[in-house]
């Protein structure tokens, strides 16, 4: 548990910028991916070990472009969003282990 505490308050400082002010936009998608991310002691993601499966958005990032902007841009949002969320784990999970 103190490992997983520990985890969780490194992410939060890798997410909150210098002016504090963006955080709680990124705060879901965050917890999103810490609980669909392979953890190195259970080898499994958290959201398998609780409910017996892996969720999946409805929408994939890597699809096609749409022809509505505002779609475009959430894309774009999620996608930056996700990217920022697993460097953030990954870089939490070597300061911890050094």
Known sequence: MEHVNQELN?????FVNKWQNDWYNLLSIMEFQHNNHVHSTTQQPLF???T???PHMDFELSQNPSSLETINEFMKRMKSAT???KSAICKAQEDITQ
């Open 52 to 54: 017996g499966q892996i």
């Open 48 to 50: 398998l070990l609780d």
């Open 10 to 14: 490194q992410l939060l400082h890798l």
């Open 83 to 85: 990217e920022k969320a």
